[in-house]
């Protein structure tokens, strides 16, 4: 039997979605490439930067976004003594900074080789960002509902939970 600080699926996907409400101004900044090489890869690189930096910070200063805090949620170690701090804070959401940084590295390569437009490469980069993110969310979905804790696979790379508080 799940206890009832654990019973948060739908709580933890609201907080997620308020989080990402707040990266739509630099999400829609970034999806309007149109430029140069370079200005195109700052407008995909700062992004990445700034997604990996307030989830880091946030989740292992406080243990909480701002999305967790609205919603009554927190990050906490294993033993749910403590926040997890900064560098278990990067294991947990650090996937997304390294899908982000490869994806990255696809499309200056693919760009400065000059074998397709901008348009072209974007739309290759978003295509392997949507594909990698399904196929996160789905292992993540199989691994929150097959334990007790209702852990998911980031939380078992930082040894971390989420409860109600």
Request: glycine share 8%; net charge positive.
């Amino acid at each position: 039997m799940v206890e009832n600080r654990y019973k948060i699926v739908g709580r933890r996907f609201l907080a997620n979605v308020i989080d990402e409400i707040i990266f739509v101004p630099v999400s829609i900044l970034s999806s309007n490439i149109s430029s140069s090489g370079f200005i195109s890869i700052v407008l995909l690189f700062v992004p990445i930067l700034f997604w990996t930096f307030y989830f880091v910070f946030f989740n292992g200063k406080y243990g909480q976004t701002i999305g967790k805090k609205l919603i009554g949620i927190k990050i906490l170690d294993i033993n749910e003594k403590e926040v997890i701090g900064f560098k278990r804070a990067l294991y947990r959401d650090g996937f997304w900074f390294i899908a982000g940084l490869i994806g990255l590295g696809y499309f200056i390569f693919s760009f400065t080789g000059n074998r397709e437009s901008v348009e072209g490469v974007r739309n290759n980069y978003d295509e392997y960002m949507s594909t990698i993110s399904v196929i996160w969310m789905l292992i993540e979905i199989a691994t929150v509902f097959t334990n007790q804790k209702r852990r998911a696979l980031h939380d078992y790379l930082a040894s971390s939970v989420v409860i109600a508080v």
